[in-house]
């Protein structure tokens, strides 16, 4: 059973940087993971993800300023989150699909799901 566990949350202010992580129990980073969050009042959305190649993907509203990579030896997925906004407050969560080739940003796909690291961002 494939296992993720998030960590890394927290607030800063706008500007700031966090770095989540996500350890996965299996060598599930061979195949898609993503990052997707959620704001109150809002959908769930995906945020970053990556292949079991390493190609990747992003969300307009995070590109240039988010960067998704994988750790394959230690299997662990991380999220570097920098220039922090105020709309970038909501729940993380780490998924996996079980895929190859290109990631899909939808949630539908994922069957995975870790139980959500909070990242808030103050102005």
């Known amino acids: 059973q494939v296992r993720l566990v998030e960590s890394g949350g927290g607030s800063v202010q706008a500007g700031g940087s966090l770095r989540l992580s996500c350890a996965v129990s299996?060598?599930?980073?061979?195949?898609?993971m993503a990052w997707f969050r959620k704001a109150p009042g809002k959908e769930r959305e995906g945020v970053a993800a990556?292949?079991?190649?390493?190609?990747?993907d992003y969300a307009n509203s995070v590109k240039g300023r988010f960067t998704i990579s994988k750790d394959n030896a230690k299997n662990t997925l991380y999220l570097q989150m920098n220039s922090l906004q105020p709309e970038d407050t909501a729940m993380y969560y780490c998924?996996?699909?079980?895929?190859?080739?290109?990631?899909?940003?939808?949630?539908?796909?994922?069957?995975?799901w870790g139980q959500g690291t909070q990242v808030t961002v103050s102005s």
């Open positions: 998924a996996g699909a079980f895929l190859r080739g290109t990631c899909p940003m939808t949630r539908v796909w994922y069957t995975v």
């Open positions: 299996i060598y599930a980073t061979s195949y898609c």
């Open positions: 990556a292949s079991g190649d390493g190609s990747t």
